[in-house]
């Protein structure tokens, strides 16, 4: 399956005259940025929000995210010039920046001390060579002028960051020639793009902004291979209500303490449970760190009948199981694991622990939390399966209004508890995040949780076409206006609340609108 191609914008589900002007916008912003230089063509990605299944992908359980109708959008020309100038039509905020190509296309390097989006669009070019180079394609890397717009908020929880680096890599591909790439292909080389910036991603975020389709959610499955699967849901009233919280969470500044930390716990905790097992060499050292993961160790417990990610029935006992060994083996230490501890559990020198664990990228921390990272990843991952349950069992041609009722309420249960275990085992959340998803089941919310990252970020509300103007007004009345008094309505609607059916993946945009 290619990444497609449209000569015009009605894949778009939002307001199609909105869109356009958008379009209209960016091009008048490129050719006051490029007096003389002509659009070739768009290209576009946009951005997610996970519906079940957070900090799971990175230990290759299977996720349920959706693309948004917000994306990252960006007008290339193509030229031969030795440079790649990026500029955006935020350029207060993302200045004009400017990349020389060399001969023999390197140069690429991330300057840690310098954090700027031209790092992020860096990331794009390494993938993007990579890949020409693989396919045996490589020549001179062609100069560019792009101008992007963006309307994912950053720091919402909405892979804002994952939406630009495959936007710019399918940019960048598209001017060296790469005219029909797989959604497979473009998900496989990105999933990586900002490891090269430090923030240790797992690949959901880049699947369900390459493979989303208009009213399809995604099941997104890592093991035998990475995959995207679409599927309608059996209520169609049911829509998604996203708001920013407005709690800033930068993954690239807060990454030492939340999201690779979490990575590097999740991976002691399976190298623990190794250790605890007797497994040995049962099991790959397939993290992204590479040590053991999660998924590895409840394939090797069950190694003459490994889950081959289709039987559900099968995946559920399994990780039921596994939750019962998490109680076993590690809940002996809640308070947390210091270094020693684990020294003497691994059998490691202090040199070997921090060598395996604690070189790849940078954390902090004062105990390492083993029983309650591995737990949240066993029951998250048992919720994902739960969802699909309830979904294979809800036919959509056959559902009456009790039906649709009573899917709601179960899916929004499942929510819901994600939503616990994030804040008290994973430890994502806040009183502030949680306070949001208090109110919003009081106003028509089936099921609130936070989605992405966390920390900050964006919640994800299950709801109604006829609830969720209540839901929104709801949260305006009891958190936006107490908590931001001096905000402006036009504002929260434009940016912090989002209202969205599953949307279009990425995509190349000619310029036969235009004309």
């Given amino acids: 399956m290619s990444v497609p191609t449209f000569d015009d914008l009605s894949f778009y589900s939002n307001d199609q005259e909105l869109t356009k002007s958008r379009y209209l916008k960016l091009v008048e912003i490129f050719q006051s940025n490029f007096p003389n230089a002509s659009i070739d063509f768009f290209a576009r990605s946009p951005g997610r929000v996970n519906l079940i299944g957070d900090h799971i992908d990175y230990n290759f359980f299977p996720v349920l995210p959706m693309a948004i109708s917000n994306d990252v959008i960006v007008a290339a020309n193509v030229n031969d010039e030795p440079e790649i100038v990026i500029t955006n039509t935020d350029s207060k905020n993302f200045a004009k920046e400017t990349i020389p190509l060399t001969n023999n296309n390197d140069g690429f390097e991330i300057d840690s001390q310098h954090h700027s989006w031209a790092n992020y669009f860096k990331c794009a070019l390494i993938v993007a060579n990579n890949y020409l180079t693989e396919q045996n394609l490589k020549n001179q890397l062609k100069g560019m002028k792009l101008t992007f717009d963006g309307n994912v908020p950053t720091g919402g929880g909405l892979s804002s960051s994952a939406a630009f680096c495959v936007a710019s890599t399918l940019a960048i591909l598209h001017a060296n020639g790469v005219k029909d790439i797989s959604k497979a292909d473009l998900t496989r080389i990105t999933v990586v793009c900002e490891h090269y910036v430090g923030v240790n991603t797992g690949g959901m975020d880049q699947c369900a902004s390459v493979y989303g389709e208009p009213d399809k959610a995604l099941l997104i499955q890592f093991k035998p291979k990475l995959i995207g699967k679409p599927f309608k849901f059996p209520v169609e009233n049911l829509t998604f209500v996203i708001t920013n919280s407005l709690q800033v969470s930068n993954k690239h500044e807060t990454a030492p303490i939340h999201y690779n930390l979490r990575v590097v716990e999740m991976a002691i905790a399976a190298d623990v449970l190794v250790k605890k097992l007797n497994l040995g060499t049962l099991v790959p050292q397939d993290s992204n760190i590479g040590t053991s993961s999660l998924r590895g160790i409840m394939d090797a417990v069950f190694n003459t009948s490994k889950w081959d990610g289709n039987d559900i029935d099968v995946g559920i006992d399994q990780l039921k199981k596994m939750i019962d060994i998490v109680e076993t083996e590690l809940n002996n230490n809640q308070e947390g694991y210091t270094i020693d ?175």
């Fill in 341 to 515: 501890q684990c020294l003497t559990v691994l059998d490691l020198s202090l040199d070997e622990f921090k060598s395996k664990y604690l070189q790849a990228y940078p954390v902090k921390f004062d105990v390492l939390k083993l029983y309650q990272r591995a737990k949240h990843v066993y029951q998250e991952s048992l919720r994902v399966l739960e969802t699909l349950k309830l979904l294979s069992t809800t036919q959509t041609s056959s559902t009456s209004k009790d039906d649709e009722e009573s899917f709601l309420v179960k899916f929004g249960e499942l929510m819901n508890q994600s939503q616990s275990d994030l804040d008290k085992l994973n430890e994502s959340s806040n009183n502030k995040l949680n306070e949001i998803c208090s109110i919003a089941l009081q106003n028509g919310s089936y099921g609130s949780r936070i989605t992405g990252a966390g920390w900050g970020g964006s919640i994800v509300h299950l709801t109604t076409l006829h609830k969720s103007k209540q839901l929104i007004q709801g949260l305006i009345k009891n958190y936006y206006q107490l908590e931001f008094p001096n905000i402006k309505l036009d504002e929260l609607l434009n940016d912090a609340i989002i209202d969205s059916k599953p949307s279009m993946g990425s995509c190349i945009v000619t310029t036969k609108f235009l004309q």
